[in-house]
């Protein structure tokens, strides 16, 4: 499970540094490997970050939804990969178990500036951390807003490699993430995988329309375009 947690890790930490509009990540799949959902808005986060733990927010790909970019002709409004929905039930990938649910299981389609949009499962408690198998991970809110099962440390030899203490959470609490990079991307090199563009800055993928999700993608419409 501490695996687990560390994939989930790159939404929550990245997502309360970038405040994308929408975010997500957490528990439930469907994500992609460059970057999984994290909390703090729906539908976006970006790529190539980590933080330590599980239980995230609202269901986004790799970039900050309100923003623009020139993309192929002049400025236009871009969006992020999430997936819209009408119920929560719209939101639980093929195949989760008493879906929607107590956490882990409690995928929510929430309202974001008059879109319907998947916000991934998040913790409540410490005991949803425990009850998913993170026996001391705690439930922490990181600064825009993300909240996660997250590993608290005070050194760090606390934490598990390749992990460090060098998260702090909204309320000053240190927690085991991982040395980020900041993602960069070429546009036209493919490295957002499906889950929209390069933006023009290299900096985040973007979307101008559904198009730009890959249809087999968990996170398959655009959403938040000009928001």
Known sequence: MRLLALAFAAAFALVACDDGSTGTGGSGGGTTSTGSAGDGGTGAATASTGGGGTGGDTG???TSSSSTSSGTGGMAPVGSCGRKCEADADCCPAGTPGCPGPYPANYACVEVGGEKICQFPKCASNADC?????AGYQCLTLAGGSV?????CAVDGDCSSPTKCIGTSENGTKFCTIEMTP???????????GYGECAVGGDKCVCQ???DCADGNYLKDCVGVGK
């Open 60 to 62: 986004g790909s790799t």
């Open 130 to 134: 425990e009850s998913t198998g993170l």
């Open 148 to 152: 996660a099962c997250l590993e608290p």
């Open 183 to 193: 993602f960069m991307c070429t546009p036209g090199d493919g490295q957002c995988a």
């Open 209 to 211: 329309n559904d198009d």
